[in-house]
């Protein structure tokens, strides 16, 4: 079944979220790591096969809304295996941009939802910042602990019992996938998706609230789709293309180093090497062989993470 849906980050809720998410001794497991480092299978291998009585909470800013299903690359219903997803497009993006302060309150809210039904709550996503709000014990949200090199910026102290696991995979190896995984969601129908969102009433109202507006895809093919450019659709297109690999690129090249910036401040994070099996998705072993390096490397090592965490 699905998490209830919530229209908007409302005062109620904030309050609600403040007042519940205080239990230092409530355990929940995060999963960590830049863009398409393989976050969500590995969260759904965890919880289908390991780890039954879990429910996954989104952290992903971008997914928190409602609409752009494959330019957000939202884990789609068949792919969650009946595993029950907070906050995983649930948001009208027409209305105020969700903040790292409304995500403390909602997740932090949903955390003691879960954890009273004796269940576990897996953090997923490569949203940082909102990692970091919901988990840092001091949080001041007018601060950007990611901004500056004073590592005693970032809070060591935490407000949950927390086990990190953070899923990397090499740069080079990475930016090798995204490029591939743009093309994939264009071949998929990301192209006529953002086609009929700039067709759509809501889109003036999208495009000035923040949010979803901010989705890597959006701003880029803005021009493709808004001008008239006679002979000139086809460079457009392409230059909006290679403008959304190199803005993904970048954007798992800070995560990265928001990732190592919590790290050097005290966060115990784990990290898990997937660049191997990365590396054989690339070559011509796929498939099988890259199926099972990812079971050894990745999956293997982070159930017993996971169960010595549980079991201290």
Known sequence: MESTTIATPGTTNRRRGAAAATNSHQKIAVIMGATGSGKSKLSIDLCTRFFPQSEIINSDKMQFYRGLDITTNKITVPERNGVVH?????????????????????????????SARKRLPVLVGGSNSFI???LAKRFDPNSDVFNGQDPDAVSSELRYSCCFIWVDVSLPVLNWYLAKRVDEMLDSGMLEELAEFYDSDEF????GRGGLARAIGVPELRRYFSEDLGGGGERAYEEAVGAIKENTRQLARRQVEKI????????????VDATEAFGAVMG????????????RQVVEPSVKIVKRFLDE
Not at 204 to 207: G, H, L, N, T, W
Not at 260 to 271: N, S, V
Not at 284 to 295: F, K, M, N, T
């Open 132 to 134: 970091h709000a919901l």
């Open 284 to 295: 011509a072993e796929s498939g099988g062989r890259a199926s099972e390096i990812w079971e």
């Open 260 to 271: 190592k910036r919590l790290r050097e401040g005290g966060w115990d994070l784990r990290r």
């Open 204 to 207: 003036d109202s999208v495009m």
């Open 86 to 114: 907070h906050f995983l497009g649930e948001f009208d993006p027409t209305q105020p941009e969700v903040t790292p302060s409304d995500y403390r309150s909602l997740a932090g809210f949903a955390i003691s939802d879960i």
